[in-house]
């Protein structure tokens, strides 16, 4: 699995139309970003600190086919690009990310297991 943070409001907005076109960021920069697991915790903490109203979207690689790609960044670590759309069809889960009382984000527990 993959993993994509973005608004709420957003998210929304994509479920009804069935697919996901990306933050204002991913748009700027031609892709939509993801991350790996290992990558999710450190990549939240940098690019949404204190953000609230945001879902972490559990995405399905495989149906997004050659429109994916790893490619470096960060230190050179890999991280998974989308060069598209995001269709609805492939996050097989979505889970609010809220802000914990030290004002960093709460990821669902079986996230992790």
């Known amino acids: 699995m ?7 409001a957003d998210w ?8 996901y076109t990306g933050s204002p960021d991913d748009t700027r920069d031609g892709f939509i970003h993801f991350s790996a697991l290992a990558q999710l915790q450190e990549s939240v903490a940098r690019h ?3 953000q ?9 690689p495989v149906p997004l086919g ?3 790609k790893w490619e ?3 230190g050179g670590a890999l991280f998974p690009h989308l060069y598209g ?3 609805v069809s492939a996050v097989v889960a979505a889970h609010d990310l809220p802000l914990g009382p030290d004002g960093a984000h709460v990821f669902p527990a079986d996230i992790f297991a």
């Open 2 to 8: 993959i993993y994509h943070v973005c608004k709420a």
């Open 12 to 19: 929304a907005l994509a479920k009804m139309a069935g697919r």
């Open 48 to 50: 949404r600190a204190g």
């Open 52 to 60: 609230s109203s945001l879902v972490l979207l559990v995405v399905d």
């Open 66 to 68: 050659e429109t994916l």
């Open 72 to 74: 470096p960044s960060r």
């Open 85 to 87: 759309v995001l269709p």
